[in-house]
């Protein structure tokens, strides 16, 4: 299997074809064409019995909107982006043309999850299962949907932290579901694979409500394993540390922060979206087949214990630190 390079919004490897399906309010810049692409890609299923669909349902732009994708998707031009007919690109500038494209397409077809917790998660859950099951003989899931938000404790309305809940631990567990059923009813096994978060496993300031949500994604991810192993189906967490994305990228623009996350990293640097995709492309290959029930943390070593703060550290350029106070090598920490 390639590596993922983010080159196209899904790829044919032998008998596999991947497809990613984000909200419609946040379209990357590959997303323009994503309709047409799955057009094409649904011909294609209907000429192979053997589909193999891996779905990436997240809520955001960043594992999941092309990031973990590998490969030149087929007709690309040599210049890596597939030609634009004028009618895709006037029904993406039309958000209401756009939106009843979608609708006809998928969600007709995703009646299993439509009535799920929330209609912001049949929204974004549901077109992806539905593209999947419309195309799969067996499929694999990628459950990616993520949230966060900096509130302290004592601050946290109950609505903040239902939203919190909703979109990282129901919205997982809704897609999640949905998507084993499908497996299990179809008797041909299947990847799913998880997203957690090394907070899930350690105290975050002003992130309680996330903290217990990811804590919840990798409780759930291990039972799962544990369930439907019986069924050929392997389930694993990925739990990614200070990654480059969407959501991140706002905080890491900030000296201090960016300096911070350098600080309590053995490698020195936050990771990019593209060693989690590897990683994801890794756990639904043939290889990974007896890897079931395990939670990998991608992390750079962000996860084992603080290197004391009169430690000198000894990063080379361009990620040295001289720190002069503890408070500056954590200024998480109070004095």
């Known amino acids: 299997m390639s590596p993922w390079d983010g080159t196209g919004l899904y790829e044919t490897d032998g008998p596999v074809v991947r497809v990613t399906l984000n909200r419609p309010e946040r379209r990357n810049a590959l997303d323009d064409v994503l309709i047409e692409e799955l057009d094409e890609a649904v011909k294609q299923a209907d000429l192979d019995e053997a589909i193999r669909v891996i779905i990436i349902a997240g809520a955001g732009k960043s594992f999941s909107a092309g990031h973990d994708i590998s490969g030149p998707a087929p007709n690309m031009e040599a210049g890596g982006r597939k030609a634009r007919s004028r009618e895709a690109q006037t029904t993406w500038k039309d958000p209401e043309r756009r939106l009843k494209r979608e609708q006809f397409l998928y969600f007709d077809k995703s009646l299993a999850i439509r009535n799920t917790v929330k209609p912001t998660i049949a929204q974004v859950q549901g077109p992806c299962v539905a593209a999947g099951l419309m195309l799969a003989f067996m499929c694999d899931l990628f459950a990616n949907a993520g949230f966060s938000r900096l509130v302290p404790f004592l601050d946290i309305t109950a609505e903040q932290w239902q939203r919190m809940i909703d979109v990282n631990l129901t919205g997982t567990f809704s897609v999640c579901q949905a998507v084993a059923r499908q497996m299990v009813a179809q008797r041909k096994g299947g990847r ?5 978060s090394v907070m899930a496993d350690y105290n975050g300031n002003q992130q309680a409500h996330y903290c217990a949500a990811k804590a919840g994604v990798k409780l ?17 967490v990925i739990s990614p540390g200070v990654i480059a994305t969407e959501m991140t990228t706002p905080l890491l623009e900030e000296a201090g922060i960016a300096n911070m996350v350098r600080a309590i990293t053995p490698l020195g640097r936050w990771g990019e979206a593209r060693e989690v995709g590897r990683l994801v492309a890794f756990l639904a290959s043939d290889d990974a087949a ?3 029930g395990q939670v990998i943390n991608v992390d750079g070593g962000q996860s084992l214990p603080l290197v004391p703060p009169w430690r000198p550290l000894d990063y080379t350029e361009p990620h040295a630190v001289d720190w002069e106070t503890p408070r500056q090598r954590y200024p998480f920490v109070r004095s």
């Open 192 to 196: 799913m694979i998880v997203t957690a």
């Open 220 to 236: 759930l991810g291990k039972c799962m394993a544990a369930e439907l192993g019986k069924h050929r189906i392997t389930v694993n």
């Open 290 to 292: 007896y890897i079931n």
